[in-house]
């Protein structure tokens, strides 16, 4: 048996208190003009401290096939993506009314 998660009492191979994490946050899903008129796809509003944000940053990254970093718990991509991020946060796991599209 693994490692019980005191704030659950549960395993921690079931990954529950991820999975609540992904339920409060509140996302906001933008697109910048940068540098040489370069855009980019923002994605502000995750809890570092709940969910695991590189992860999350490189699963969108292979997704879409772009570059992309993760700066002071904000995801920049590379491109335009705004519309599709959305659908795809949903596939991880994350509330749809709490992800807003600027």
Known sequence: MGE??????LPKELG????????EQRIKVKEEKRKFGKMITVIEGIN????DIKEVAKNLKSKFACGGTVKDN???????????VKTELI???FDPGSIELK
Do not use: F, M, R
């Open 4 to 9: 019980i998660d005191p704030l659950t009492g």
């Open 16 to 23: 529950v208190w991820e999975n609540l994490a992904k339920s």
């Open 48 to 51: 570092s401290k709940e969910v």
């Open 74 to 84: 904000v995801i920049e991509l590379q491109g335009t993506h705004a519309a599709k």
């Open 91 to 93: 596939k991880l796991g």
